[in-house]
T-cell receptor, first 115, second 112 residues
Framework: DTEVTQTPKHLVMGMTNKKSLKCEQHMGHRAMYWYKQKAKKPPELMFVYSYEKLSINESVPSRFSPECPNSSLLNLHLHALQPEDSALYLC??????????????FGAGTRLSVL | KQEVTQIPAALSVPEGENLVLNCSFTDSAIYNLQWFRQDPGKGLTSLLLIQSSQREQTSGRLNASLDKSSGRSTLYIAASQPGDSATYLCAVKEGSNYKLTFGKGTLLTVNP
């Protein structure tokens, strides 16, 4: 099973709302990622968790707050977002860094619209 | 800073044609290179991963090659089918850390 599951598939929120994106994998991967992708652009890395600890934060605004409750789950908490934050948010997972075949497996994404 | 370029940006071919997608990168000190496929509005599907010590990888009708010294990779698709229509992205990993640097992708359309 190489599946990464993201919920919800679509989300519409106002600028004052608080919402969360969820991601789950059961491949035993110890690294999990959040990416943001705008239309016709490649994915941009936001955060990486390694062994449930935040390993990389690509200078993401604090209105995005990641959380890794356990090795299978990754959340992205959203608060006071701006319309320009509307995008496809992708979760990925992989074996830990340094592994030879460090393939990243992606979920189908959450399409976020901020009104 | 690593930069990844994919040419062409878009490609339209008739069904059955063999085709080549190109990826170039500026810093040859890469750990591996990965090719992905993305259908509209969907996530990325990993197609092939080539380690820096390898020259090519094959999966079914797909063959990816890597020439580290010249900073190039190609993805060869044999006997293309309409179901191959998608955006193809290449991404390089530098060092054993987690970060991938993506190209902007090639939008492939295979016409029946």
């Amino acid at each position: 099973d190489t599946e990464v599951t993201q919920t919800p598939k679509h989300l519409v929120m106002g600028m004052t709302n608080k919402k969360s994106l969820k991601c789950e994998q059961h491949m035993g991967h110890r690294a999990m990622y959040w990416y943001k992708q705008k239309a016709k652009k490649p994915p941009e890395l936001m955060f990486v968790y390694s062994y449930e600890k935040l390993s990389i934060n690509e200078s993401v605004p604090s209105r995005f707050s990641p959380e890794c409750p356990n090795s299978s789950l990754l959340n992205l908490h959203l608060h006071a977002l701006q319309p320009e934050d509307s995008a496809l948010y992708l979760c990925a997972s992989s074996q830990a860094a340094g592994k030879v075949k460090n393939i990243q497996y992606f979920g189908a994404g959450t399409r976020l619209s901020v009104l | 800073k690593q930069e990844v370029t994919q040419i062409p940006a878009a490609l339209s071919v008739p069904e059955g044609e063999n085709l080549v997608l190109n990826c170039s990168f500026t810093d040859s000190a890469i750990y591996n290179l990965q090719w992905f496929r993305q259908d509209p509005g969907k996530g990325l599907t990993s197609l092939l991963l080539i380690q820096s010590s390898q020259r090519e990888q094959t999966s079914g009708r797909l063959n990816a090659s890597l020439d580290k010294s010249s900073g190039r990779s190609t993805l060869y698709i044999a006997a293309s089918q309409p179901g191959d229509s998608a955006t193809y992205l290449c991404a390089v990993k530098e060092g054993s850390n987690y970060k991938l640097t993506f190209g902007k992708g090639t939008l492939l359309t295979v016409n029946p």
